[in-house]
């Protein structure tokens, strides 16, 4: 059963359409990240939810907003996307205690494949 | 600046042969170091998470170990598969929230 959820799987907007990237999750984790993928390179965290608490990257564009209504679900918005947007949006989860410091294993959806023509 | 690095960014082996995936880090001061794999296309999978206080992980043909003072992990595939044929990312795991700073990753190859 799938544990982490992304919808949808391909996106395709025009320059500058506002999009929305949806995440889902049934872990009942409390942490929630959004990562952005370019074609063979590394994932680059854009910001993550600790809790309702939002976390953003410093060098995060203002292109890129977060909203988390609930601990099942994230949603990435990209406000004005350009070219340069293009790539795989990945969703992770985590379970992550304040008290122990321990961090738990990230889980990742299968990615939404977000094209800008 | 927190770097993470992966030699080499591409390997060939033949079936049966074991894997050696290398991974650095700069920064001791890690919380963890995670293994994924990565299908062309695909979403992330986690393969092992070593903790900080931890020296190695096992899971089936799958070891990693963690060596804090010189900055380095690896991942151990023992007897590959054509299976096997995928990229490999290592990630830093820093401060709490469990923020992961991924290296490039290393692509696999297994010919049959």
């Known amino acids: 059963d799938a544990m982490v959820i992304q919808n949808p799987r391909y996106q395709v907007t025009q320059f500058g359409k506002p999009v929305t990237l949806s995440c889902s999750q049934t872990?009942?984790?409390?942490?929630m990240y959004w990562y952005q993928q370019k074609s063979s390179q590394a994932p680059k965290l854009l910001f993550h939810?600790?809790?309702?608490?939002?976390?953003n990257e410093a060098d995060t564009p203002d292109n890129f907003q977060s909203r988390r209504p609930n601990t099942s679900f994230c949603f990435l918005d990209i406000r004005s996307p350009g070219l340069g947007d293009a790539a795989m949006y990945l969703c992770a989860t985590s379970r992550a205690l304040r008290t122990s410091g321990l961090t738990d294993t990230q889980y990742f959806g299968p990615g939404t494949r977000l094209t800008v023509l | 600046k927190q770097e993470v690095t992966q030699i080499p960014a591409a390997l060939s082996v033949p079936e049966g042969e074991n894997l050696v995936l290398n991974c650095s880090f700069t920064?001791?001061?890690?919380?963890?170091l995670q293994w994924f794999r990565q299908d062309p296309g695909k979403g992330l999978t986690s393969l092992l998470l070593?903790?900080?206080?931890?020296r190695e992980q096992t899971s089936g043909r799958l070891n990693a170990s963690l060596d804090k003072s010189s900055g380095r992990s690896t991942l151990y595939i023992a007897a590959s598969q054509p299976g096997d044929s995928a990229t490999y990312l290592c990630?830093?795991?820093?401060?709490?929230?469990?923020?992961?700073?991924f290296g490039g990753g290393t692509r696999v190859l297994v010919k049959p």
């Open positions: 070593i903790q900080s206080s931890q």
């Open positions: 872990l009942n984790h409390n942490v």
């Open positions: 990630a830093r795991g820093g401060a709490a929230g469990n923020k992961l700073t």
């Open positions: 939810y600790y809790d309702k608490d939002f976390n």
């Open positions: 920064d001791s001061a890690i919380y963890n």
